[in-house]
């Protein structure tokens, strides 16, 4: 959580030409939503503190040049450009590049209803993507205990790679290969160590389907899911 701080230096900024006032260093996405506007994320989360910025989601301009706000600290006369229809649309076309990678079938994902993707194919609008689905041929890694890996709906957004660790302060999930071939590794030693709590946290840490529960399915019904209105 981007908590506010009475030691830190107060500025003023503009968030779609409305000067607000911030603190200096905080994040942008924290501080847009403090002043009524949701800014579209997907590999960051509430509370994560550092973002990589990998999904580039939450995309906005700033100096004439497109940058993540998810990474930005607030700075004295910053001058912020979020919702205009250009950058609803990058971020839509975003999404599309995501669905069209990987091969996500929503009505059977136990995630459906709870996934961060499939909320925002929804926010923004998203029908028929724009892109051709690439149909990629991935695997499922039953490997471990309690663990199931569906590669086929990984996003690569990085949020188990950096943000998950095992009661040894070890690193479970890895980034393996490049370009095309990049896919999440699990070490399932580790993966076959962890608690049951630590499981169910990583699951909910994954935006998607991709970590998921061996012999659970769908923990809770339509219309008491995450995104259900
Ligand atoms: S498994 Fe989930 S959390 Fe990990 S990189 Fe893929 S989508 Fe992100």
Redesign the pocket.
């Known amino acids: 959580m981007n908590k506010l701080s009475k030691n830190t230096k107060k500025i003023n900024i503009l968030l779609d030409g409305k000067e607000v006032e911030a603190q200096e260093g905080e994040n942008i996405v924290e501080l847009a939503k403090r002043h009524g506007i949701d800014i579209p994320v997907l590999c960051y989360y509430e509370g994560m503190g550092e973002c990589l910025g990998t999904c580039r989601v939450c995309t906005i301009r700033w100096k004439r040049h497109h940058v993540s706000a998810c990474t930005l600290k607030a700075e004295e006369g910053m001058d912020l450009t979020i919702e205009t229809e250009d950058l609803k649309d990058l971020r839509k076309a975003l999404i599309e590049l995501l669905f069209v990678e990987g091969n996500h079938f929503c009505p059977s994902c136990e995630k459906s209803g709870d996934c961060d993707l499939q909320h925002l194919g929804l926010k923004l609008e998203m029908t028929v993507p724009r892109f051709h689905y690439r149909f990629n041929n991935r695997s499922i890694n039953f490997d471990a205990d309690k663990i199931l890996f569906e590669h086929n709906r990984?996003?690569?957004?990085?949020?188990?790679?950096h943000k998950f660790e095992d009661d040894n302060g070890e690193r479970v999930?890895a980034f393996k290969g490049k370009g095309s071939n990049l896919s999440?590794e699990m070490n399932i030693e580790r993966a076959n160590g962890l608690s049951e709590e630590l499981v169910d946290q990583v699951v909910e840490?994954?935006?998607?389907g991709?970590?998921l529960k061996k012999g659970k399915g769908f923990d809770r019904p339509i219309g008491k899911r995450k995104y259900d209105e």
Do not use: G, N, Y
């Open positions: 990984c996003i690569l957004c990085k949020r188990c790679t999930f999440v840490l994954c935006p998607v991709a970590i």
